[in-house]
């Protein structure tokens, strides 16, 4: 996994007024992002999402292979 574009980085985007029509997916990417496995209990990722302040982590396989992406909304 080298990166994820989410909601967030999108916004930044914006902020920062990067003109979408130029820029690509790895100009705005949040890179490395933060990973868990599949075999991580929902707890301790929701848990892990409200420590580091983010919605979304990319589940991997132990060969840093992606599997899906585990994403909270606001309750």
Known sequence: ???IVTDGDLRRALVNEVDMNCASIGDIMTENPITISSDMML???EA???EKKIKALVVTESDNHMIG???IFDR
Request: hydrophobic share 65%.
């Open 43 to 45: 707890a301790d990722a």
């Open 69 to 71: 992406i585990l994403e």
């Open 1 to 3: 996994v080298r990166g």
């Open 48 to 50: 892990l999402m409200v």
